[in-house]
């Protein structure tokens, strides 16, 4: 029996979107909810995370055990100063432990999603010193980074019959009113936090307005990409350039994935400046191969582990190096700050 899992949050129907230079996009309009629960069969050919024994399938099971021992730790008001916040690994363990209740069965792990998604809903009412246009505070970075994970949580419970109606209902206002106001707004990789944590949340809540402007703003980002690949933003942060270069790119693709999903085509748009997201990806993959020749930095390189962005990338581009880069990436997958996490079994690449 081939597993299935659910791909990143897609719900409530399709809206009409014309990518400026790929044409318009028409796709036809599905039911009310008819979206969400899209699937992709994970049998041996299809992907590396179904075959019994597979390091994919080990790490989530090893994640998933860990985190049936989190206690969340949520708070009425929630500023975040540190990149493993409790608002960051819960949730992730939420993430985990619904995948995890998906892929083998065990409806230990997904009510253990479920009481820590309800933990944050029923206790966090704001979220403080967000900054969103600044960088003078990290909490809409971290919330813009790490929410996502809670949203592909529910995606899968709702999907499973383990998120009761009430529960939807009162997750999505706290989305709503809470968690997408302090989405982060700048000009780099904080910015495509944001722009990963609207386009996730108003496909899960159905707002079709609310993701024609995401799809808007994420296409203004794509425009200060240079021809070459290079994202300004980013090249800047010398020996950390090729780091937040990756950083800004898993925000980018997962984001253009989840847009997709809804109907709106941004992987092919070529910004003002020539760039594209296909060529960003190109130079960044090169970097991560070949350091010496990466076009940032000097001295001391900061080498990042490949992310499971390349997971993303490789289903659409298929490349050998794309290939190679997620297949690394599985070794590091479940960790980190950012929702990009289990992609090899949500965007599995060809055996």
């Given amino acids: 029996m081939a597993w ?3 791909v990143a949050c897609v719900v409530g129907g399709c809206s009409v979107a014309a990518d400026r230079k790929a044409g318009p996009v ?5 039911a009310p909810g008819a979206l969400r629960g899209a699937l992709i069969g994970l049998d041996g050919s299809s992907g590396l995370g179904a075959v019994p024994g597979s390091a994919e399938r080990k790490a989530l099971i090893r994640a998933a055990d860990r985190a049936l021992r989190v206690r969340p730790h949520p708070r009425k008001v929630l500023v975040i100063t540190e990149t493993d916040d409790p608002f960051v690994t819960d949730s992730q363990a939420a993430w985990t432990l619904a995948l995890a209740g998906r892929v083998t069965g065990d409806a230990r792990f997904s009510r253990a999603s479920e009481r820590v998604i309800d933990a944050w809903v029923a206790h966090t009412e704001r979220i403080g010193r967000s900054c969103p246009d600044s960088g003078h505070c990290s909490s809409s970075l971290m919330v813009s980074r790490a929410a996502p994970a809670l949203v592909f949580a529910v995606d899968v419970l709702v999907a499973a019959d383990a998120f009761d109606q009430n529960q939807l209902d009162r997750f ?3 989305l709503r009113t ?3 106001p302090a989405a982060s707004d700048r000009d780099n990789n904080w910015g495509d936090a944001g722009t990963l944590l609207r386009a996730v949340a108003f496909a899960e809540l159905g707002d079709l307005q609310g993701l024609a402007v995401t799809a808007a703003r994420w296409r203004e980002r794509i425009d200060l990409v240079k021809a070459d690949g290079q994202i300004p933003e980013e090249i800047r942060r010398d020996d950390a350039s090729l780091m937040y270069s990756q950083d800004a790119l898993d925000s980018k693709v997962l984001a253009a994935d989840v847009l997709g999903r809804a109907g709106i085509n941004v992987w092919s748009y070529q910004g003002s400046r020539g760039g594209t997201l296909e060529g960003a990806l190109r ?3 090169a970097g991560l191969r070949h350091p010496a020749g990466w076009p940032g930095g000097s ?5 990042p582990n490949p992310s499971g962005v390349w997971s993303i990338a490789a ?5 050998a190096s794309f290939d190679g880069l997620a297949r690394a990436a599985v070794g590091t997958d479940g960790t980190g700050h950012s929702a990009v996490i289990w992609t090899g079994f949500t965007h599995p690449v060809a055996s």
Wanted: charged letters at 10%; a positive charge; glycine letters at 4%.
């Fill in 4 to 6: 299935v899992v659910l």
């Fill in 26 to 30: 028409v796709p036809a309009p599905p």
């Fill in 172 to 174: 999505h206002s706290w």
């Fill in 178 to 180: 809470v968690v997408v």
């Fill in 283 to 285: 130079l960044v993959a």
């Fill in 299 to 303: 001295g001391h390189l900061r080498q």
């Fill in 315 to 319: 289903r659409h581009w298929p490349d």
